[in-house]
T-cell receptor, first 116, second 112 residues
Framework: GAVVSQHPSRVICKSGTSVKIECRSL??????MFWYRQFPKQSLMLMAT?????????EQGVEKDKFLINHASLTLSTLTVTSAHPEDSSFYIC????????????FGPGTRLTVT | KNQVEQSPQSLIILEGKNCTLQ??????????LRWYKQDTGRGPVSLTI?????NTKSNGRYTATLDADTKQSSLHITASQLSDSASYIC???????????FGGGTRLMVKP
């Protein structure tokens, strides 16, 4: 099966600092990856679509200058939360789509971000 | 508007019992429907993917049904185990594209 990893699994940072979250497709190439945010007892909310070699597409209400996305290779996308605030504390989940074969999004294990 | 609604929002059952979770959708165009299991603090894991022509699909103790006419799906869990405690999310992509519409999930708790 397809495996997507995220690093780190948990991170605590202070207000005003930046934190980077990595999303990797371990055994397949993914031109397209997605970043979601999930608050407690809520479903996943799409933040942005990350495309290898081009700019990410952000959902309405998501600040592109605050949530920087870089998809520099076919197996790696990064999300950087800049100038973090306590309200950015959330569970961030990425997913990746195969470039070939069964069309399905495979989700990473998530990253718990806590901003103090 | 594309929507996926799940019921119940939460459910508590005793270990060994069966349960059925419901999903209604209004996503168009429709190509497939997916059930995911999400453990607390983890990412969603796929249980089943059902295409337009499939009515029933099983994965171990999980059996999903799909009625494309009424736009309803169900996930039946047989002989529940404590490890079944999780959120179960119904997800419907819009057509063959990447955009997913998520249901709110059903939080299942299995008690001994």
């Amino acid at each position: 099966g397809a495996v997507v990893s995220q690093h780190p699994s948990r991170v605590i940072c202070k207000s005003g600092t930046s934190v980077k979250i990595e999303c990797r497709s371990l055994d397949f190439q993914a031109t397209t990856m997605f970043w979601y945010r999930q608050f407690p007892k809520q479903s996943l909310m799409l933040m942005a679509t990350s495309n290898e070699g081009s700019k990410a597409t952000y959902e309405q209400g998501v600040e592109k200058d605050k949530f920087l996305i870089n998809h520099a290779s076919l197996t790696l996308s990064t999300l950087t939360v800049t100038s973090a605030h306590p309200e950015d504390s959330s569970f961030y989940i990425c997913s990746a789509c195969r470039d070939s074969g069964p069309y399905e999004q495979y989700f990473g294990p998530g990253t718990r971000l806590t901003v103090t | 508007k594309n929507q996926v609604e799940q019921s119940p929002q939460s459910l508590i059952i005793l270990e060994g019992k069966n349960c059925t979770l419901q999903c209604n959708y209004t996503v168009s165009p429709f190509s497939n429907l997916r059930w995911y299991k999400q453990d607390t603090g983890r990412g969603p894991v796929s249980l089943t993917i059902m295409t337009f022509s499939e009515n029933t699909k099983s994965n171990g103790r999980y059996t999903a049904t799909l009625d494309a006419d009424t736009k309803q799906s169900s996930l039946h869990i047989t002989a529940s185990q404590l490890s079944d405690s999780a959120s179960y999310i119904c997800v419907v992509p819009q057509g063959a594209g990447n955009m997913l519409t998520f249901g709110g999930g059903t939080r299942l708790m299995v008690k001994p």
